[in-house]
């Protein structure tokens, strides 16, 4: 199976940098989609970036910056803002090394960042 574990997470201050990893293991053939997500408390989980066709919320757009190394995908946050504070969680889509080619949808656990006003 495929799983993904995140790394980077902690307290930021405001106004810093920060940057955070994912990294893909497991019977990986194919990988045609990584991107980032987050949620703050209350809120719906919604998307960060994506690579490949790169695309950003408009929230983050100029600050953030999403980049990719084989099976390893990155998040470069930059003027960091209290609302940015939430649990980022690393999405990661292919095909394992099967047989029949079996299609992951991977998640990791999420690693929070918070970033004090």
């Known amino acids: 199976q495929v799983q993904l574990v995140e790394s980077g997470g902690g307290l930021v201050q405001r106004g810093g940098s920060h940057g955070l990893s994912c990294g893909a293991s497991g019977s990986i053939f194919t990988i045609n989609h990584m991107g980032w997500y987050r949620q703050a408390p209350g809120k719906e989980r919604e998307l960060v970036a994506i690579?490949?066709s790169i695309n950003y919320a408009d929230s983050v757009k100029g600050r953030f910056t999403i980049s990719r190394d084989n099976a390893r995908v990155y998040l470069q946050m930059n003027s960091l803002k209290p609302e940015d504070t939430a649990v980022y969680y690393c999405?990661?889509?292919?095909?394992?090394?099967?047989?029949?080619?079996?299609?992951?949808?991977?998640w990791g656990a999420g690693t929070q960042v918070t970033v004090s006003s």
């Open positions: 690579i490949g």
């Open positions: 999405n990661v889509r292919g095909y394992e090394t099967v047989s029949s080619r079996t299609f992951f949808d991977a």
